[in-house]
């Protein structure tokens, strides 16, 4: 038996985790409140608040090296970018392209909040209801399709004898809905109106569609079977919880209204063929239908292709115009949802989902708000952690990779914190009640041995004595050889069942040592290669930044930290949701 020191590598490992993951933001503060400037970057007091909140359990220690750490963790991060910058990462092509769909996303995001309010009033009446209703659930078979003449396709299928499941992953996009279209069992508030109705009341085993969700889509239903659920009391928690989905369905319901408003103002409208024409170069050689294993990926595509437009708008006297090079790149974006590459209605769906988007980012611009400056620090922000990502990918990960002797060097900074354990000797009873067995331990916390405290509080119970050897432990040891390790001898162990009753067992001696690198077991190797990988990143991390600065030559004021509270008190209305 071997085991993995607890050592606490928080420290090490979050040097890159706390560059990317925790955003630099652009200060605009008084001078008074910057921290740090490096390069374009200024680090404020503000923006190590908005950094620090919630993450104050990153940072063990006295307040003031807690807060000393964060700032130098931000500080790296922006000599990195500082760096990435001079190096032109900024101008790279896959940057420019990731920069426009970031801030197309953001302002798609900021224009629907404006459009949509989270302050949507709810009833009581409406919690009320919707709260009854939840004492039934339903179980629900659902086929999603993007236009009506899909849905009569599949309708037609279903009619001919197709399975549901089969229908289901035939017309739907990707993502939309589970396989099959088996979404369970489903309180009543869980889907889209109208399908919420219909989850109360379609009679069972009844096919019911199409079904048409305004702004939605098309989508043919069944509920198999419906049962009782109980429901925790209508409390103050509860209330909040329904009101709030209440709110959501409400603004929903608001943003499917702004898309519809969007589409008839700029007269969005599909090409003909368009459908058709990236149908075929989804389904064209080397397309998704010919690289197996569920590949989505759009093949190359002809030059001729490219300019082929897909969709059209109207944006007062100009046009704006959706082609194939464009579909192409939004295929390839990193989280973006696919159609269906062979079902023709999923492919226009998805096209004017595509479309959409860039009306929405065209109108979020027409309305100033691309100047706000919290959307304009929120696409900084992604585009810095993009980059960022980017630059370590590309300059230190290679660096950083690890070898036999990092591991091996990871084992010699501490070889005898991984012990192995041979062997033990005990003495053992076992006793058919576990009461007397409880009784018989707290004896033997001060008996001399076993022996005396079964006498004691168990005349006439056997002791006898046994050589446990590891890894290859009998019966009921193997899963307390951890907690023999950690035992002095007279200390016990038990009552452990075993059959014919409960053993209390007394550690005798045992014998114990570091284990040699050449024999240790994999998992523990793979222990050994993850503090290797995290010092070795740790220390090209600290030499990359260390040249950096040699250059850039940051200006830092850490002696604003003692102006900052530690820990930080929650924000403004972060206790609104009841306890």
Wanted: overall charge neutral.
């Amino acid at each position: 038996m071997i085991t993995v020191p607890v050592v606490s590598h928080a420290r090490r490992a979050l040097a890159l985790c706390a560059l990317v993951a925790l955003p630099l933001l652009a200060g605009c503060g008084s001078p008074s409140g910057v921290l740090a400037r490096v390069g374009r970057h200024t680090i404020t007091i503000g923006d190590f608040v908005d950094v620090a909140r919630g993450n104050e359990a990153r940072y063990a220690g006295l307040p003031d090296s807690a807060k000393a750490m964060l700032l130098q963790d931000l500080l790296r991060r922006a000599l990195l970018l500082a760096e990435a910058e001079r190096r032109g990462l900024y101008r790279d092509s896959l940057v420019k392209n990731f920069s426009k769909a970031t801030a197309d996303d953001i302002l798609l995001n900021a224009l629907f909040a404006s459009l949509s309010p989270r302050n949507i009033a709810v009833s009581d009446g409406e919690i009320e209801q919707l709260y009854a209703w939840r004492d039934t659930v339903g179980h629900v078979l659902l086929i999603y399709a993007p236009s009506r003449s899909a849905a009569g396709g599949a309708i037609g299928d279903l009619r001919h004898g197709a399975p549901f499941a089969m229908v289901a992953d035939r017309y739907g996009m990707m993502g939309v809905l589970p396989p099959g279209g088996d979404l369970g069992f489903l309180a009543p508030g869980s889907l889209v109106p109208p399908l919420d109705r219909y989850l109360r009341t379609a009679a069972l085993n009844q096919v019911i569609g199409p079904i048409e969700a305004p702004g939605e889509g098309w989508f043919i239903m069944e509920v198999l079977a419906r049962r009782a659920q109980p429901q925790p009391p209508l409390d103050g928690q509860q209330r909040f919880v329904l009101g709030d989905m209440l709110r959501q369905r409400k603004q929903r319901v608001l943003a499917v209204r702004a898309v519809t408003d969007l589409r008839a103002g700029y007269a969005m409208r599909l090409e003909p063929g368009a459908g058709q024409a990236l149908f075929a170069h989804l389904n064209g050689p080397g397309g998704p239908l010919t690289q197996g294993m569920g590949e989505t990926l759009p093949a190359r595509p002809l030059p001729e292709e490219l300019g082929i437009v897909l969709g059209r708008w109207e944006d007062g006297p100009r046009a704006g115009t959706y082609t194939m090079a464009e579909a192409i790149a939004d295929l390839n974006v990193a989280g973006r949802e696919h159609p269906s590459p062979t079902v023709l209605p999923s492919i226009q769906h998805w096209i004017e989902t595509q479309m959409v988007r860039r009306i929405a980012a065209i109108e979020a611009r027409h309305r100033h708000l691309d100047e706000d400056p919290a959307i304009a620090r929120g696409i900084e922000q992604r585009i810095d952690n993009y980059v960022l990502n980017s630059f370590y990918d590309a300059e230190l990960a290679p660096r950083a990779e690890i070898t036999p002797d990092d591991v091996r060097a990871a084992y010699d900074r501490n070889p005898g914190a991984f012990q192995r354990l041979d062997q033990v000797r005990l003495l053992e009873t076992t006793l058919a009640d576990s009461a007397k067995a409880a009784a018989l331990l707290v004896h033997a916390g001060h008996a001399p041995s076993l022996r005396e405290a079964v006498a004691m509080a168990a005349p006439g119970a056997r002791v006898t004595e046994e050589t446990v050897r590891f890894p290859a432990a009998p019966g009921p040891w193997k899963p307390h050889a951890e907690a023999l390790m950690g035992m002095a001898p007279k200390e016990c162990i038990g009552p452990i069942a075993v059959k014919g009753g409960w053993l209390i067992a007394q550690l005798v001696s045992k014998v114990q040592g570091p284990q040699p690198f050449e024999s240790l077991p994999e998992e523990v190797m793979q222990y050994l290669r993850q503090q290797a990988a995290d010092t070795k990143r740790d220390r090209v991390l600290n030499e990359t930044v260390s040249a950096i600065s040699k250059t850039v030559k940051p200006e830092v004021y850490p002696e604003r930290l003692k102006n900052i509270p530690w820990p930080l008190p929650p924000a403004p209305g972060a206790n609104s949701q009841p306890g």
